[in-house]
């Protein structure tokens, strides 16, 4: 089965995508790690994230690949670990514009669907119950309040010692919110079908049992 999970930075969506793939014996794909990677790619080679046609021909000619590993999924491309790299402040920056582009989201998104292809996936994203797999049991769209995003993320960036301020980081999430749902291409929007969950005042536990009670009910055929 599928279980498509989109919503905006800043969500959960991979803590909690991380966990009911676990949870369901499935597999977990990141898409958002995808986008990255081609962000690197430009980084790395000097292609400007404005230029949709090089950055699709960059993709194409080195595609990243998501490597499962013991302990989790690596991002690989021409061969390296590019795991902690796409994590930097400055690919998180560029990583929106380069995946407005509709070129490298064809290119990605076949690559999504060549993995999905085969067995059972949890993954998340922006697009994976719109574009990616339409056709996925179980959607949902992921919310929580911009200012308890941006709290969780600074939790994060203090874990990692660098914090930030609480200011900066809400208004870097949502001007990332705001490009991601205004592009033109597969824009940030909910499916028409899928199961609405804001877990501003949820606890990831809360989260993750509530979406793996819904997938083990779509999988019999329930309705949820
Ligand atoms: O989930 P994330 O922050 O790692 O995603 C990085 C960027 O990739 C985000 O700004 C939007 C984009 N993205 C997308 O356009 N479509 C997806 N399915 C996943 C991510």
């Known amino acids: 089965m599928i279980v498509a999970i989109d919503g905006p930075a800043g969500a959960g969506k991979s803590t909690v995508a991380r966990a009911v793939a676990e949870r369901l014996g499935a597999g977990y794909l990141d898409t958002g790690a995808m986008y990255r990677a081609v962000a690197y790619l430009a980084v790395r080679d000097g292609v400007g994230v404005g230029d949709g046609d090089a950055l699709a021909a960059l993709a194409r000619r080195h595609p990243p690949v998501m490597q ?9 491309v021409d061969g ?4 902690r790299q796409i994590r930097s402040a400055d690919i998180t920056a560029a990583v929106s514009e380069v995946a407005a ?22 993954l998340d994203g922006r697009d994976v119950g719109t574009t990616v797999w339409p056709g996925a049991e179980l959607k949902v769209f992921l919310t929580a309040s911009v200012t308890e995003r941006a709290r969780r993320r600074c939790a994060e960036l203090a874990a990692e010692g660098t914090p930030e301020s609480i200011a900066d ?10 490009r991601d749902s205004t592009r033109a291409a ?5 499916a028409t079908d899928a199961v609405h969950l804001d877990t501003t005042d949820l606890s990831i536990a809360e989260v993750v049992d509530t979406i793996a009670a819904w997938a ?8 949820t």
Request: glycine content about 8%; cysteine-free; hydrophobic content about 50%.
């Open 80 to 83: 390296q670990d590019i795991s």
């Open 101 to 122: 582009h509709p070129g490298v989201r064809d290119v990605v998104t076949a690559l999504q669907r060549a993995v999905l292809a085969d067995g059972s996936w949890v």
């Open 216 to 223: 083990v009910a779509a999988r019999s055929g329930a309705r």
């Open 186 to 190: 597969s824009p940030l929007r909910a």
């Open 68 to 76: 499962p590993l013991p302990g989790g999924v690596a991002v690989v």
């Open 169 to 178: 980081v809400e208004a870097a999430i949502a001007e990332r919110d705001r």
